[in-house]
């Protein structure tokens, strides 16, 4: 393998075993294009639509209170939701890598189970088990407990939907990384926390902070899910998404669109993020680069 | 009994399963398994003739076809426009290609809800292309073509992103292989390249189609929602449920899940095939 | 077909893959391409299959340059190092690749296709694995795939990049004594390249030497081994003892050795090495001449030969090798001194300044 590798440098195939430059010049065009009209376009509608009547009238739409009300909920909805599942994937991580059992693709099956559910039903079925004429409803309103229609809901929902993107990115990082390095630490003589704060950890740090990443921006940008659970109450139970429907639905086109802005500014970010952990990830481990993450926001 | 009181066969020099193990089961049941189990048990209250009877209702089915119908012209679009950015992606080099890259993911980052109204401005009659399709009698927005472009639009990366490291992965040699053999450029590219990317291919069309299946928020706001015309299955659910009919609302959200469940079925079947054919 | 190589340069950015190589290979010929990594000896097979431009020199096929015909178009069978089989087709399926991408004109009808590919796999002797998928391939197995795939176009020169580097060492040895068989019936126009020197000396009928892009010697297995052009070659083809010293008035002085050299009859004094393999010393306990003498260091039994290290009178190691004959009259013991009588020393002068 070294042998050939270092005989012969890498080089730009010879042009007769690519395509023509015409083939390679149209496939490129199409291909532009097409990413043109579905991603350039919309990024650049957004902004223009947020500004389109002046800073001053965007910085009011977004400094409204009841924007503010929705952009902390998102908030707190994110920071009950990325930890805990940050805290799962790492649980679920360690037990389907580090140890065999019967069922073990059954689980990981399972983990990836809400990737394949509507963001409306998963709004559902909470308000089938917490709503008023759901399975716990009833135990629910006798101990003054409001989920559904409530915060609880919309925390519940969003943890729902983003739950499987810390554990997907997570196993195939320690599955690649083996045990062979926390045996080590055991034989020689660390304890179980210290292991893994001093050998796992750090090995799938990088992993930890891509699904982070992708958890955190399905938990703020999730609408089917939270839209039917959340009731919809102005300043109680509107997330950002759903304040922008708001606004868009009472034609305040310029402030949905201000509010808008903000969620993608967010997404911009998370792809910056993304970008720079997956090339981190790929100097990491050549082999083991995550498989692309195949859910999005709902 | 259960696979946590199983003991590992192996690998026990480590500690923490049990800890482990304890949790994530703890957390799945709590969090996905439990409230999921509710749209069968919830179904199973109903006779079989109200269950039937529901989700066989005209408007029901006219919303299943559109649903399907154009899931499945937007993975289409998604795999033809998809194989071509992959490949450009990977094989050729031009200024900001990396920036491109990145871009691909967007719809994965961006809040359908966005999305949705993004779209809507600028395919509505006013909007950005609207006016200028509106002339010639075209309307996009608010018909099952804005449907369309919604779910093109957020199943645009999984054909991409699924396709990317096959083709990285192609071993030149192969190629060459080919190409010594006497096989046109032509000839390299549909008997060589082709059938190794088919499963991975499939696989994210399959992943496309059953995103878009589910999808609500990008396709709400540009679909008008006229009931038997552009009322896509999601948001039927959704007006059972504002209208107090769980009943209603349980039965048709059994029929998504169980087409998600042979999508995730088929695809795992897909992913198994595609790792099959690429080992060496 | 004969290939000729006219003074090809290939650079990959700033490394010079190949500096003016030129060399040719006749009809009918098995020519190894000899030489470590690096050394430039892949990219000139792949310069010769079409699969990669030189930036200056030509590759003549019976005399007509072959620049302007296209990889497909040359004739050339080129077998890769790690196979390149179509993995997603049988093996049946990967031999008769080559007849079914033909121009419909050209195409046999599918009952030739089959008769052919059949003929083929007898050949490689693998006719019963037809249906296989190459996965379902051991090494061995796929490097006859590859070969018999790269035989179904019928080229008139087959290439072979490093053809038995992945195998073991026991396939190798199978799969060379069966290439050299299939050669001698063929009669194939075949160049291959190494840089295992056992598997160039015995395989081939000519071995080109190669080093850093340049050609360092060209000639028989038997030419490389008995008379080696460079230091390059003589380091390159075994262990082999470097004596540091001059040439002066025809006489090479090293260390305590002086040995006749005709070759450099002039006064001046130029820095020279004399070079020695381990089997071409012999050890003795009288001094009969040169006064090269060392003290025995290690002394290992290698199956039919008994391996000396000494350490010269400026602790510089010595290998010697004896057969076990000679060893049984000497029995040198580690600690002993012996004196050292080189059978043969080849004595290269240094490039004046260098």
Same mark, same amino acid.
């Given at each position: ?6 005989? !012969? ?158 554990? !997907? ?130 | ?36 189990? /509710? ?150 590219? /549909? ?40 009322? +896509?299955?999601?948001?039927?659910? +959704? ?42 | ?354």
């Amino acid at each position: 393998m070294s042998v050939h590798s270092t005989d !012969r440098r890498p080089s730009q195939p010879v042009r007769h075993l690519s395509e023509p430059p015409v083939v390679r010049w149209g496939l490129t065009a199409v291909a532009l294009a097409f990413l043109a009209l579905f991603l350039l376009l919309p990024l650049v509608t957004v902004f223009l639509e947020a500004f389109g009547h002046g800073v001053r009238a965007y910085l009011a739409a977004v400094a409204e209170p009841e924007a503010l009300a929705a952009l902390r909920l998102t908030l707190l909805a994110a920071a009950i939701a990325v930890p805990a599942n940050l805290v799962f994937g790492v649980c679920a991580g360690w037990a389907i890598t580090k140890f065999e059992f019967p069922g073990r693709n059954v689980l990981t099956t399972l983990i990836d189970l809400p990737f394949a559910v509507s963001p409306v039903i998963a709004g559902m079925v909470f308000v089938l088990l917490f709503g008023r004429q759901g399975f716990l409803g009833p135990w629910a309103a006798e101990h003054g407990v409001r989920i559904v229609f409530a915060v609880p809901g919309i925390v519940l929902a969003t943890i729902f939907v983003s739950f499987p993107f810390v554990a !997907r990115e997570i196993i195939p990082v320690m599955e690649a990384a083996g045990t062979q390095e926390e045996e080590a630490a055991r034989v020689l003589g660390a304890g179980g926390f210290q292991t893994f704060f001093r050998v796992t950890l750090p090995n799938i740090k990088w992993g930890l902070l891509y699904g982070g990443i992708l958890s955190n921006a399905r938990a703020m940008g999730e609408f089917g899910a939270v839209s039917v659970v959340s009731g919809k109450i102005r300043g109680l139970t509107n997330t950002l998404p759903l304040h922008v429907e708001i606004l868009y639905n009472e034609y305040a086109f310029q402030a949905a669109f201000a509010v808008a802005s903000l969620l993608t500014f967010l997404a911009l970010v998370t792809l910056v993020v993304k970008t720079v952990v997956e090339r981190r990830l790929g100097v990491a481990s050549e082999e083991t680069r995550p498989e692309a993450a195949v859910a999005g926001t709902g | 009994m259960s696979t946590a009181a199983a003991s590992p066969s192996r690998r026990s020099l480590l500690p923490g399963f049990r800890l482990t193990m304890g949790f994530t089961l703890l957390y799945l049941c709590l969090i996905v398994i439990i409230p999921l189990m /509710t749209l069968p048990v919830r179904s199973a209250t109903m006779t079989w003739e109200a269950l039937w009877g529901t989700v066989s209702d005209p408007r029901v089915v006219a919303s299943y076809r559109l649903t399907i119908g154009a899931s499945l012209v937007a993975a289409s679009v998604n795999a033809v426009f998809g194989l071509i950015a992959a490949w450009v992606l990977v094989r050729y080099s031009f200024p900001g290609r990396r920036l491109v890259d990145s871009l691909v993911d967007l719809p994965f980052a961006l809040p359908t809800a966005v999305a949705g109204i993004t779209l809507t401005a600028i395919y509505a009659p006013n909007g950005w292309i609207g006016r200028f399709l509106e002339p010639y009698g075209i309307q996009v927005a608010f018909t099952r073509v804005g449907i369309t472009l919604a779910l093109i639009f957020i199943g645009l990366p999984f054909v991409v992103r699924t396709l990317q490291p096959v083709i990285e992965d192609l071993d030149v040699e192969v190629e060459e292989a080919a190409t010594s053999l006497g096989a046109t450029r032509f000839g390299v590219l /549909t008997k060589v390249i082709l059938p190794y990317l088919y499963p991975a291919w499939l696989t994210g069309f399959a992943l496309a189609f059953a995103r878009a299946i589910g999808e609500y928020g990008s396709v709400v706001f540009i679909a008008g929602n006229m009931p038997m015309r552009t009322e +896509i299955t999601p948001l039927l659910i +959704i007006t059972k449920l504002e209208q107090f009919d769980y009943a209603g609302a349980t039965a048709i959200a059994l029929v998504m899940l169980l087409m998600s469940f042979f999508l995730l079925l088929a695809i795992n079947v897909l992913q198994g095939w595609t790792t099959r054919r690429l080992a060496n | 077909m004969s290939i000729e190589v006219k003074g090809l340069r290939k650079r990959f950015g700033g490394f010079q893959a190949l500096d003016d190589v030129s060399f040719s290979v006749g009809q009918g010929e098995l020519l190894a391409l000899l030489g470590p990594s690096g050394s430039g000896k892949t990219t000139l097979l792949r310069i010769i299959a079409g699969l990669e431009h030189a930036d200056a020199g030509t590759v003549l096929f019976d005399g007509h340059d072959a620049a302007a015909r296209h990889p497909r178009e040359r004739g050339v069978g080129f077998v890769f190092q790690h196979y390149a089989l179509f993995r997603h087709m049988t093996v049946f399926e990967n031999v008769a690749f080559g007849l079914r991408v033909r121009p419909r004109a050209e195409r046999p009808v599918e009952s030739e296709i089959r008769r052919k590919v059949n003929e083929l796999l007898g050949l490689v002797q693998l006719d019963y694995l037809g249906s296989r998928y190459p996965s379902q391939l051991s090494g061995g197995q796929r490097q006859r795939v590859a070969l018999a795939r790269a035989l179904a176009v019928e080229p008139k020169v087959l290439l072979l990049d490093e053809p038995f580097g992945a195998l073991d060492a026991r396939v190798r040895q199978e799969l060379r004594r069966w290439l050299r068989r299939l050669h001698a019936e063929i009669h194939l126009t075949s160049v291959f390249v190494t840089h295992d020197q056992e598997e160039a000396l015995e395989l081939a009928n000519r071995v080109v030497v190669m080093n850093e892009g340049r050609i360092e010697q060209d000639g028989t297995p038997d030419d490389v081994v008995e008379h080696p052009a460079t230091p390059f070659v003589l380091n390159f083809l075994g262990q082999v003892n470097i004596f540091h010293g001059r040439v002066q008035d025809g006489t090479a002085w090293l260390g305590p050795l002086a040995l006749e050299y005709p070759e450099h009859p002039h006064t001046e004094a130029r820095t020279a090495a004399g070079y020695s393999r381990p089997h071409e010393l012999d050890i003795s306990r009288s001094d009969d001449g040169g006064g090269l003498w060392g003290t025995v260091s290690d002394v290992r039994m290698a199956g039919a030969v008994v391996k000396f290290e000494l350490l010269d009178d400026q602790r510089s190691p010595i290998q010697v090798e004896l057969g076990r004959e000679q060893y049984a009259q000497i029995r040198a013991i580690i600690g002993e001194s012996v004196y050292v009588k080189p059978r043969r020393v080849r004595v290269f002068m240094q490039e004046p300044g260098g």
